[in-house]
């Protein structure tokens, strides 16, 4: 069974520093990984992917995540916050013989101070 | 449609009430989900169907609910005598492939709350 941890439920930066949100999961095969982001009252936006290739992965707004299978983690990063990334975000990952389903984490809420 | 559309946005619903929830996937697209957020919480799995069929149904907390996708297009996810617990936002989401590497495309979900 697949599973995802995200380590710490809240996370606050200040505007221009640097972003880290951690993830690591859990799956008997390579998995695919995902990062969404949610603002209040709306559904989930995806910020980027892994599925195959080049393990550091690029994605909208200014962030990236990098894959690394020993470490079984994909954390997700922006080298400078702005007020406008303070949202929701959540880590999922999904197997091909799981039906595609996508497995969560609990989310990280990051909060941006001015 | 542009994106993945849900109604109704909110539902309020009595205790015991049936409520059913509508989703209208990406035009073409295979697969559809459905999840279940409550507060505070990721979104958790209820069910997956590849056009019309519906091949995992494992995630349904019980009985009570119900999904159904009889042209492979529109879905329906049915709540029958809906309980306090219910109160969740509905997620539903698409995608083109079989294989989700294309990624998930998210609804803005329901909000229902039963009282």
């Known amino acids: 069974a697949q599973s995802v941890t995200q380590l710490g439920s809240h996370v606050s930066v200040s505007e221009g520093a640097l972003v880290l949100l951690r993830c690591n999961y859990s799956?008997?095969?390579?998995?695919?990984l995902f990062w969404y982001v949610q603002y209040p009252n709306q559904g989930l936006q995806l910020l980027l992917k892994y599925t195959t290739g080049a393990t550091l992965v690029k994605g909208i707004n200014g962030f990236e995540a990098e894959f690394k299978k020993s470490e079984t983690s994909f954390h997700l990063t922006k080298p400078s916050a702005h007020m406008s990334d303070a949202a929701e975000y959540f880590c999922a990952v999904s197997e091909a013989n799981a039906g595609n389903m996508l497995t969560f984490g609990g989310g990280t809420r990051l909060m941006v101070k001015p | 449609g542009a994106g993945v559309s849900q109604s109704p946005r909110y539902k309020v619903a009595k205790r015991g009430q049936d409520v059913a929830l509508r989703c209208d996937p990406i035009s073409g697209h295979v697969s559809l989900f459905w999840y279940q957020q409550a507060l505070g919480q990721g979104p958790e799995f209820l069910t997956y169907?590849?056009?019309?069929?519906?091949?995992?149904k494992s995630g349904l907390p019980s009985d009570r609910f119900f999904a159904e996708r009889p042209e492979g297009s529109v879905s329906t996810l049915k709540i029958q005598r809906t309980q306090q617990e219910d109160s969740a936002v509905y997620l539903c989401?698409?995608?083109?492939?079989?294989?989700?590497?294309?990624?998930?495309?998210f609804g803005s979900g329901t909000r229902l709350t039963v009282v």
């Open positions: 989401a698409s995608s083109r492939t079989q294989t989700g590497n294309y990624g998930y495309t």
């Open positions: 169907f590849q056009n019309e069929a519906q091949l995992d």
């Open positions: 799956s008997s095969v390579p998995p695919y």
